[in-house]
């Protein structure tokens, strides 16, 4: 698992060379396309988070996708199975075993390509703090989670550009990009109420989503017929059978936290890129929350989608609530400090495996 932290240094130092260089334009993406050093830097960020990911063979569910992917059937598929559950990732993985190559390391590598590089384009082009922006994104679970929940990973990355349309008022866009994130995992519907959210931040309008959200999980029977409907047929004991690790209940919490104790502040910046990214992060911690007392898959699952922000969010929530504090820096620093004492246990499984433990057991390009 060294690899994994010597990664994580490198992006980093890369991300903080790219903000370093990008401060006269606009953004990062502005500095991309005008600047050949930034230019530079960037894909070669890009390109180690890809092939990190990319050229894993196990972790989580990856070897689940792959012999999935060798037991598929090219000649039962057609252009209507987009339309089937799953239908976007089934299309994906019949263009690539069709026309690419019958190798499952092809679905792994291309699922990689796409996730990181939407997420990348999405962060140059918001982000306000892209170096911790990147370390975010890296140790705060998505990127980890894209290599485990390969479906979902890609529903999360298309919704980037369903959010990225409605921040810009593109609506029919926002639904068409979000129709798209629902062939490769349907509960990505989810986000469909994030409109609501772009105004303000501990308002009605969240009180009234999360008042639903309690009442949704103390009716477990009717949440599974649906559950059977659009996917995957669950089971109570299914559901039951796992749990929601407290520690990262904690660790989701801690930041809603620190936006109701700033958000009049918040609400004054009026930036709506960050309040829709509260409330989301708000929806997420409470999902999680509730899956210690639930549903735990479920309500973990959901909980998920709405932390697509956070590595945007969470770096720009501390600048403005640390905003006029000479110690500023110091207490962002300490803040990600826990943050990644946790990403280091959380993998460790609370310490039972070193440090050194392969966990991806990547292939050889060499």
Same mark, same amino acid.
Request: aromatic content about 18%; overall charge positive.
């Given at each position: 698992?060294? =690899? +994994?932290?010597?990664?994580?240094?490198?992006?980093?130092?890369?991300? %903080?060379?790219?903000?370093?260089?990008s401060k006269q334009y606009i953004s990062v993406q502005d500095a991309?396309?005008?600047?050949?050093?930034?230019?530079?830097?960037?894909?070669?960020? @890009?390109?180690?988070?890809?092939?990190?990911?990319?050229?894993?063979?196990?972790?989580? =569910?990856?070897? $689940?996708?792959?012999?999935?992917?060798?037991?598929?059937?090219?000649?039962?598929?057609?252009?209507?199975?987009?339309?089937?559950?799953?239908?976007?990732?089934?299309?994906?993985?019949?263009?690539?075993?069709?026309?690419?190559?019958?190798?499952?390391?092809?679905?792994? +590598?291309?699922?990689?390509?796409?996730?990181?590089?939407?997420?990348?384009?999405?962060?140059s082009k918001y982000s306000k703090c892209f170096e911790l922006t990147?370390?975010?994104?890296?140790?705060?679970?998505?990127?980890?989670?894209?290599?485990?929940?390969?479906?979902?990973?890609?529903?999360?990355?298309?919704?980037?550009?369903?959010?990225?349309?409605?921040?810009?008022?593109?609506?029919?866009?926002?639904?068409?990009?979000?129709?798209?994130?629902?062939?490769?995992?349907?509960?990505?519907?989810?986000?469909?109420?994030?409109?609501?959210?772009?105004?303000?931040?501990?308002?009605?309008?969240?009180?009234?989503?999360?008042?639903?959200?309690?009442?949704v999980s103390m009716n477990l029977e009717t949440l599974l017929n649906?559950?059977?409907?659009?996917?995957? =047929?669950?089971?109570?004991?299914?559901?039951?059978?796992?749990?929601? %690790?407290?520690?990262?209940?904690?660790?989701?919490?801690?930041?809603?936290?620190?936006?109701?104790?700033?958000?009049?502040?918040?609400?004054?910046?009026?930036?709506?890129?960050?309040? +829709?990214?509260?409330?989301?992060?708000?929806?997420?911690?409470?999902?999680?929350? @509730?899956?210690?007392?639930?549903?735990?898959?479920?309500?973990?699952?959901?909980?998920?989608?709405?932390?697509?922000?956070?590595?945007?969010?969470?770096?720009?929530?501390? %600048?403005?609530?640390?905003?006029?504090?000479?110690?500023?820096?110091?207490?962002?620093?300490?803040?990600?400090?826990?943050?990644?004492?946790?990403?280091? +246990? =959380? @993998?460790?499984?609370?310490? $039972?495996?070193?440090?050194?433990?392969?966990?991806?057991?990547?292939?050889?390009?060499?």
């Open positions: 698992m060294i =690899d +994994l932290f010597v990664m994580i240094g490198v992006c980093f130092f890369l991300a %903080n060379q790219i903000e370093l260089r991309v396309k005008k600047d050949w050093s930034v230019k530079i830097l960037y894909f070669t960020l @890009l390109l180690i988070v890809i092939l990190f990911s990319g050229l894993r063979t196990t972790y989580n =569910d990856t070897e $689940t996708y792959m012999q999935g992917y060798q037991m598929l059937n090219v000649n039962d598929k057609n252009i209507f199975s987009f339309f089937e559950p799953y239908g976007g990732f089934t299309i994906l993985q019949t263009f690539l075993k069709k026309y690419i190559s019958e190798n499952p390391q092809t679905l792994i +590598l291309v699922s990689s390509i796409i996730v990181n590089t939407i997420f990348l384009y999405f962060y990147i370390f975010s994104y890296l140790i705060l679970g998505a990127y980890v989670f894209s290599m485990g929940g390969i479906k979902q990973a890609l529903a999360m990355g298309l919704s980037l550009f369903a959010i990225d349309n409605l921040l810009q008022k593109r609506y029919f866009k926002f639904v068409f990009w979000l129709l798209i994130a629902m062939a490769f995992h349907p509960y990505i519907i989810c986000v469909a109420i994030i409109p609501l959210f772009t105004e303000g931040i501990w308002n009605k309008k969240m009180t009234i989503v999360l008042v639903i959200a309690v009442l649906f559950a059977g409907i659009v996917g995957k =047929d669950y089971s109570v004991e299914e559901m039951m059978s796992h749990t929601v %690790n407290p520690m990262r209940v904690l660790v989701e919490i801690v930041p809603v936290i620190f936006s109701w104790v700033c958000r009049k502040r918040i609400n004054r910046e009026g930036d709506k890129l960050l309040l +829709l990214g509260v409330n989301m992060m708000i929806i997420n911690a409470f999902m999680i929350s @509730l899956g210690l007392f639930f549903n735990p898959i479920y309500f973990a699952r959901i909980g998920t989608y709405f932390s697509v922000l956070n590595a945007i969010t969470i770096p720009t929530m501390l %600048n403005v609530m640390y905003q006029g504090n000479p110690h500023r820096r110091e207490n962002i620093l300490i803040y990600y400090t826990f943050y990644f004492i946790y990403f280091v +246990l =959380d @993998l460790t499984k609370l310490g $039972t495996f070193s440090i050194t433990y392969d966990l991806f057991n990547h292939i050889k390009i060499f």
